[in-house]
């Protein structure tokens, strides 16, 4: 038994429903705890903890680790199905006594609650969950609740008409101050004829059409299109002038009797000739995503498909895509299948022994041969084949046929979003990446109304609000005002997520279904086929399809434009976007967001599927991520690839850090030999003014005992000679330091001077005037002291001058 089991065992009742939950440090901004309990286990795991339900998530945190588990961590708006009538094929021992909840995600998780019995935990648990996984009203929502915070979202239409004007090839500078109508060329124009939505609800507020055809056709022809969704363009080929266009179906009736000429010539006009005016008019392929059997019984109900002769140069192509029905019940098979056979299934048994038996495994090849039978029959693989071919073979017409194409189902926003956003990225380089990707969801997905709010299963604004309180609605946002006071969360009479309010509820209408999630799951695939075409990564959808069934931001929340206009969703919710660009920028280019294969130039035009290559495998990161964690990780290729590229960046900063500190050392060691340089140049002088002293100094001393006298050099011990030298003969004017040097001159001491037979000192014995009988008295005779004025340092020049010869020489008579 396990730890967690054990500890739970011995939980004491006052532990149950503690009024201090201790859970602050988990929760985000704005996020309140509705209800929790203790001592909950996990069945999946066999781990136990603490369960809370707050205005966001079901929450659950480990006893043992003190962290959030993200399997039992789920979104409210995540969550497709709740029971606690669970059986279990095969429940451990320990839990069989005890109370069950199964939580079903539309995430592909299917997770287990075991609670303590004879207890109020579950029912306070699944009462908490009914109220809050289905609010009636909008502005329950927790989007609502928290704000943009630091996510904030710029315009929505802004981005849409650069979007238009970037595929044809120009660049959106500034508004243009007529926005009625936009000429982007010789034959196509934006319109705005649907700014207040009154063309078509669900289309965006700026369309762009042929430029031969006017605003009034455009109102002629939408009567002929259900939900009058009429043919508009959705991306263009800026070299050959083909276009891909989208629309719903026509109204032609029981017999296809129906016509309408307008919509005829707004079809006419996608086809237009390219820009050299010797060619024909382009082919036009018509492509009904839905089986040619859906189309026919939407004749009696006044819809249909068109037919070839009524539509010039066309031709009508059926892709058999079935509906969103089929595709819900088909996810909910496959995730039966991976919660049944995976790894962590929601019982806490392994598929490996859960059918018993003593062969290999635990089980034995026949069940394992009914495994793999049990795949092909979810018919998930065979839905998304179907739709990645459809894309394969419209992009294939307009790239190398130069034909445009105009898509359909039966209203437009489901089958049709799935083709024509595939198609795109498959023809423009630009949507496989991070920017382009965003541009395309917001323009084929949101802005053309994909009905977000019923095939997620969460409420949205409805017609029965005025037009004043929309209008002080947005006036309030506008101001900062909490949206959860706003008139129309009020005028329902509750604030209660289980009061009736202005709103509608997917989920209860049985409109839920996983498109999003089908096409994500496309990309996926030709991700995992063209690693190199995409600078995302898996993780990338993984996560983009995490934010977007938490409804945590306010880009997929409603049906269309103008809901989201309508509850100010852009300004009062934060933008998804914003978020994953802020994980990435954590991250940097190391991030688990960016493909580390992307190479733009060996796919810079457009990618051509073959249909042999288009064979989906289950999307391990997304379908068996819960089920089978270990598995569920990018291959061991890209793990060790992102290992190496981030060891790689260290090593990189490492390197730029090195140099920087040796390009540092480098011009402090080329200052350095500077001032060597120069200190080399003053010992160079300073030496050569030594010799030229020293010379001189020879020189002198050589005269001065020419004339028969010692000369005598003396020095302050304490200074070196060089030092003195230098500072004696300094040519500086300001050098102000004393001379420590003192010069003392004797003349020759007599009887050394005659022994020496020198004739200076005969001339001295015969013209001293100071000379007396008894010889010469040097030093201590006048002669002597008067030589010390004529030559010594302190001698008395002064005084010199004013001697006169007569006052020695001669008598003074």
Known sequence: MADGVESWNVLEWTQVNTPEHGLEKFLLEAEDVIVHNTGVVLLNTDEAGVLAVTNFRLLFVSQASKCIIELGTIPLTAIEKLTDDVKLSSVPRHSEKRELLQVIGKDMRVVTFAFLPKTMQRSAIMNALKRWTKPTQLWDMYAFQCGPSKFENSNPKLRLLKEYYRFFGKRLLHLPTDESCIILNDRWRITTINSNYTLCPTYPSTLVVPRSISDEELLQAASFRTSRRIPVISWCNPGSGAVLARSSQPRVGPFMSSRNHSDERLVAGLCSSSADSSSSRRKLYIVDARPIANALANNVKGGGSESSSNYFKSEVVFLGIDNIHVMRESLSRLREYVDTHGTTSSDGTSSFLRNGGSTWGGGNLSSMSGSASTLGDTGWLTHVQNVLSGAAWIAARIALESASVLVHCSDGWDRTTQLVSLASLLLDPYYRTFKGFQALVEKDWLAFGHPFADRMGIPTVTDLASSSSTEMLTRQSSYGGNPSSSPLRSQSGSNLPGARGGATHGQASDNFSPILLQWVDCVSQLLRLYPCAFEFSSNFLVDFLDAVLSCRFGNFLCNCERERQQASASEVCGCIWVYLSDLRAIGGRSHEHFNLFYDPARREGPILPPAAALAPTIWPQFHLRWACPSESNAS????????????????????????????????????????????????????????????????????????????????????????????????????????????????????????????????????????????????????AQMGSQFVGLKADFDAFDRLSIYDRYFDTD
């Not at 850090?657 to 160079?684: F, M, T």
Request: proline share 4%; aromatic share 4%; charged share 30%.
């Open 636 to 783: 061991e290729l890209e793990s060790m690839w992102r290992t190496m590229n981030i060891k790689y960046s260290e090593m990189f900063k490492a390197k730029e850090v090195a140099e920087s500190k040796a390009r540092d050392l480098k011009s402090k060691s080329e200052a350095l030999s500077a001032e060597l340089q120069k200190e080399k140049q003053k010992s160079s002088s300073a030496l050569a003014t030594a010799n030229r002293v020293h010379r001189e100094n020879r020189a002198i001393k050589r005269a001065v005992q020419s004339l028969g006298c010692r000369v005598n050099l003396s020095t302050n011990q304490s200074r070196p000679s060089s030092d003195l030298i230098a500072s004696t003969y300094s040519d500086d004017p300001s050098d102000d330091s004393p001379h420590d040097l003192s010069v003392s001159i004797s003349a020759i001491e007599d009887a050394g001077v005659v022994a020496g037979g020198n004739p200076l000192s005969r001339v001295c014995e015969s013209m001293c005037p100071f000379r007396t009988k008894d010889g010469c008295k040097w030093p201590n005779e006048q002669c």
